[in-house]
């Protein structure tokens, strides 16, 4: 599991970096997401960051990943809407 989490003084900035996370994993916060972990999408995600917003990030500004192992994410603990991320969802019609 990748936990990506950032905050962006310049709301245009917020929103374009909120839209390539988007591409690769699914908001659980507001500036929080969890993505898939895989070197592959871990390597192009980590380039797009660094091309689109390497200069863009100023000191008020800040842009964490976490590539956690399986033993980590076995260790997390979830209250709230989040214990059910991870179930699927069935609709019936």
Do not use: W
């Not at 909120?18 to 871990?42: C, D, H, M, W």
């Not at 995600?45 to 076995?74: A, H, P, Q, R, W």
Request: proline share 1%; charged share 25%; glycine share 4%.
């Amino acid at each position: 599991m990748i936990i990506v989490s950032y905050d962006f003084h310049n709301d245009k900035t917020r929103t374009k970096f909120a839209k390539t996370i988007l591409k690769y994993g699914e908001r659980i916060q507001y500036s929080v997401f969890v993505v898939k972990n895989s070197p592959r999408v871990l390597r192009n995600m980590l380039i797009e960051i660094e091309l689109k917003f390497k200069n863009k990030i100023k000191k008020t500004d800040s842009v964490y990943v976490f590539n956690m192992c399986n033993g980590c994410t076995e260790k997390i603990v979830r209250y709230g809407s989040a214990t059910h991320a991870e179930e699927h969802v069935v609709y019936l019609n």
